[in-house]
């Protein structure tokens, strides 16, 4: 029988049950009474949700597309349709008060209303495809996915990977809005003067990215003043 | 707003326009700071500040002598990749390139590369940085006089500032409050010893040496300079308070060691690289949350029966798994399943052995210039400590199944699992007493 199985030497649990609802990572799972899987999102109810403020000196991509992937994850999550927009709508809330334009969370509402949830949960990471090809492959016979092991060895290979991308950090990109885009304008466009034939072969191989590390946060800020 | 601000009547009118938006703007948002520092109150200015969020980035005039050398570096760095390219094609041996970079690791900066006057313009690093004083921002997002009023709070009060754990919210604390925790903490014998200076160098130098004897293979893939650092030092240790459970005076912490400048950084990034293919053979494994909600989605349950969900949770996981139990469930996966998966690059049991113990036996900690070393289970920032984990946690629970078992999913510590219990006519609680025995 199952009992005396669920039990270590030196490991000890916890746990907790129910036959409807349980909370599991950021899930709510619950059992229907025709015992279909349902799930919503979870919060945990001293979370502040504190979205980055717009007003934020962060490059401006990254701000657009916070509340865009945000929405993104509220979809996976809900099975339900009707929790699932009053959720998304919650969440344009939380943004608002963060001071993101009007415009801006109304297009990403009306962009988040065209997904597809089940296209969503395809799964595509390499490392999420290997472990389903092991053990679940019948999933990825579902999504018409046929996948090859030596793909990941072949990504997850820390040898040889950007091999041809150079980087060139500059630690305040922040601070001046486009840097990275006219940095590596300026860059290509001296490299194109060269007028040596050799030469400019080995320039069109080369792919420049500029990287920055962020300094002016005002985490920074308070934990040199913690070291203090 | 002159009651609010002190520094309200030195400011300019546009200057004081962004102070007023900026008060109107962060006025209206709930408060989530929490002030353990009573009876001291937090001035508003200092609000605001910590209303912003730790993640927001305020603007400030750049370092444009920085600038300039970022731009040369790059110069320099474009310089001989197009130098390799170059040579790589008028047929340069595979040993040539070797020595090659062995060149750039012994002097990396400072080394300028023959071909650098033919690809750019004396002037070019100039014109760059002038380009970027052109485009630059003049404003600061929060003014110089609110940094320093935040500035002034915390050393005059001694304070220290910290995100709570769970995201929920900001801690203002005293230092002795921050310190009597941290110390209680590390007092911990069961845990952590007090070190010396003198015993850390000694394990420091045993290291490298290790280090170096590999270094054959090593080498042959990766740079030495990325597995052993030239400057190291020990983990920082620090505390997130725990906020969310109850508490008397002060909020217990949650313990966090920051392994960024740690000599086995490198070599813990290298184990992770090959113990993450490994860990996928782990049946149970959830990847992330999309990864279970894929799996649920495809789970059927049969409507006429009863079923039970149940979520489990591992205790202090990474301080109860024992060091050498680590050690032997990764060697048995290893064995087991490296002929199976391709691995970044070919590594022999003895190797991999070398790997752990440099990766798992060098805990040693820093608090305000005090060592400690960590003896007991596995490190909570260390960088393959989760694919250690993992892997110890599928070997050492692998013998729990039941014929009751619809479905298991395990993420590091949390399990979840769904029984069908039709057949069970005792109480559920009282069941799952006998179910998860003296362990659960």
């Not at chain 2, 002190?6 to 546009?14: C, E, I, Q, V, W």
């Not at chain 2, 960024?260 to 053979?281: R, V, Y």
């Not at chain 2, 032997?328 to 790997?355: A, H, V």
């Not at chain 2, 946690?393 to 510590?413: C, Q, T, W």
Request: net charge positive; glycine share 2%; hydrophobic share 35%.
């Amino acid at each position: 029988m199952a009992q005396h199985i669920f039990s270590h030497r030196f490991l000890k649990f916890t746990y907790e049950f129910s036959s409807k609802l349980i909370t599991f990572l950021d899930l709510n799972i619950s059992l229907s009474e025709n015992n279909s899987i349902e799930t919503t999102i979870y919060r945990k109810p001293v979370s502040k949700h504190e979205f980055l403020h717009y007003s934020s000196n962060h490059p401006r991509h990254l701000l657009k597309s916070l509340p865009y992937s945000c929405g993104l994850r509220i979809i996976r999550s809900c099975s339900n349709y009707e929790t699932k927009q009053s959720e998304l709508n919650l969440l344009m809330e939380k943004f608002k008060v963060r001071n993101y334009p009007y415009e801006l969370l109304e297009s990403t509402l009306n962009k988040l209303h065209n997904i597809d949830r089940i296209e969503l949960l395809r799964p595509k990471s390499k490392i999420l495809l290997h472990h389903l090809s092991i053990h679940r492959p019948d999933i990825l016979g579902h999504y018409d996915l046929i996948f090859n092991n030596i793909q990941l060895a072949e990504s997850s290979s820390c040898a040889n990977s950007n091999k041809h991308s150079i980087f060139i950090v500059f630690p305040f990109f922040n601070n001046i809005r486009g840097m990275g885009g006219i940095a590596r304008k300026m860059f290509i466009q001296e490299l194109t003067k060269c007028r040596s034939r050799a030469l400019q072969k080995c320039i069109c191989d080369l792919n420049i990215r500029i990287s920055f590390s962020l300094s002016n946060s005002l985490s920074r800020f308070i934990q040199n003043l913690n070291k203090a | 707003m002159k009651k609010v601000f002190s520094f309200y009547d030195k400011l300019s009118k546009r200057e004081q326009r962004t102070v007023y938006k900026l008060y109107s703007e962060t006025s209206t948002q709930v408060d989530s700071i929490h002030n353990f520092a009573t009876p001291l109150l937090i001035p508003t200015s200092v609000k605001i500040c910590l209303k912003l969020g730790l993640k927001f980035s305020y603007s400030q005039k750049p370092n444009f002598n920085q600038i300039y050398r970022c731009a040369n570096e790059g110069i320099r760095k474009i310089s001989w990749q197009v130098f390799y390219f170059n040579k790589n094609e008028n047929g340069m041996t595979e040993t040539e390139r070797i020595i090659h970079n062995i060149k750039k690791v012994i002097c990396p900066s400072h080394y300028k590369c023959p071909l650098e006057p033919f690809l750019f313009s004396r002037q070019f690093a100039n014109n760059f940085t002038l380009k970027m004083r052109n485009v630059t921002q003049k404003h600061s997002k929060i003014h110089e006089f609110l940094l320093n009023d935040l500035k002034e709070f915390v050393t005059k009060h001694d304070l220290i500032i910290r995100q709570s754990d769970k995201n929920a919210g900001i801690c203002v604390m005293r230092r002795t409050d921050y310190n009597t925790e941290v110390f209680r903490q590390l007092q911990d014998e069961q845990t952590y010893r007090p070190s010396v200076f003198s015993e850390y160098s000694l394990k420091m130098n045993d290291f490298s040496d290790k280090v170096r004897y590999l270094n054959n293979w090593l080498f042959q893939s990766l740079k030495i300079k990325r597995i052993l650092p030239l400057s190291y030092s020990p983990a920082k240790f620090y505390i997130l308070p725990k906020i969310h459970k109850s508490f008397d005076k002060f909020p217990v912490g949650r313990p966090i060691s920051s392994t960024i400048k740690c000599i086995n950084k490198g070599i813990s990034m290298l184990l992770d690289k090959i113990l993450q293919p490994l860990s996928l053979f782990v049946p149970d494994l959830l990847i992330d949350s999309p990864h279970l909600l894929l799996l649920l989605q495809h789970i059927k349950l049969d409507p006429g029966k009863k079923y039970i969900l149940i979520t489990a949770d591992i205790n202090s996981m990474y301080l109860e798994l024992p060091i050498n139990v680590c050690k032997q469930n990764c060697l048995k996966f290893f064995r087991s399943y490296s002929k199976l998966t391709k691995l970044p690059f070919p590594i022999t049991e003895e190797q991999f052995k070398t790997l752990l113990d440099l990766s798992l036996d060098y805990s040693f900690l820093e608090y305000q210039n005090d060592l400690y070393f960590q003896h007991r289970g596995i490190q909570m920032g260390n960088s393959a400590s989760v694919s250690v984990a993992n892997i110890t946690a599928a070997v050492e629970l692998e013998n729990m199944k039941s014929e009751l078992l619809v479905f298991k999913g395990r993420f590091i510590d949390d399990i979840i699992l769904i029984l069908e219990i039709s057949s069970i006519e005792v109480p559920i609680s009282e069941w799952l007493n006998t179910f998860f025995r003296i362990g659960f």
